[in-house]
């Protein structure tokens, strides 16, 4: 079993995007950055903002969700971290807000950062923490897909997409450990 050697959240760059739903990917990293004393810095070999502890990385791909996978191999390719030892944030629609899964491999569902990373890596086989934002059609609104990503939650979602926020820094020290199952566990179970 192996521990995390990179830890990177999705997102768009820039201020317009800072507060979108397909930024939960950067938030989770800001946080953990923020537990750990990481240092986000823009690294411009790695196209994002990158920080380190030890042999962990943190990394914000400062490309735009769908060109993502050219800063994480760009990363894991110069420290030689396979893709067992990666772990992706990012949002996820077939989740109610507030909901979170971890999982290794699978597909893409349709996310263009995951696609990107895929195609970059040649394989699916890294780790995913999937941030519920929910569907707009389960969420009873008319929204296209496109737009209800890159619109900020409704107030009644802020608060559960936080609360799934706070829960998997709860787990990090089991990630962190490379215990995934242990973290699914707690993470999968309700919420608290």
């Not at 938030?27 to 030890?54: H, M, S, T, Y």
């Not at 893409?108 to 941030?131: C, E, S, V, Y």
């Not at 009644?156 to 926020?165: G, K, N, R, S, V």
Request: charged share 20%; aromatic share 8%; with cysteine.
């Amino acid at each position: 079993m192996s521990t995390p050697r990179l830890i990177v959240g999705l997102g768009n760059p820039g201020p317009e995007y800072e507060a979108t739903r397909h930024n939960v990917g950067f938030w989770f990293v800001d946080r953990l950055a923020a537990q750990l004393r990481i240092d986000l810095a823009p690294q411009g070999k790695f196209f994002g903002k990158a920080g380190r502890a030890g042999e962990l990385w943190l990394l914000q791909p400062t490309t735009f969700m769908n060109r993502s996978g050219q800063s994480v191999a760009a990363l894991a390719n110069f420290y030689k971290i396979s893709p067992a030892e990666i772990l992706v944030i990012h949002d996820e629609l077939d989740i109610p807000p507030g909901g979170i899964r971890l999982k290794q491999g699978g597909g893409n569902g349709g996310h263009n950062g995951l696609k990107d990373i895929q195609a970059k890596l040649g394989t699916p086989d890294f780790w995913r923490l999937r941030l519920g934002i929910g569907h707009p059609r389960s969420l009873g609104l008319s929204q296209q897909v496109v737009d209800f990503v890159l619109h900020q939650p409704r107030k009644e979602e802020q608060p559960d997409i936080e609360h799934a926020l706070d829960r998997c820094l709860l787990a990090w020290p089991k990630i962190a450990a490379g215990d995934f199952a242990g973290a699914q566990q707690q993470l999968h179970g309700k919420a608290v």
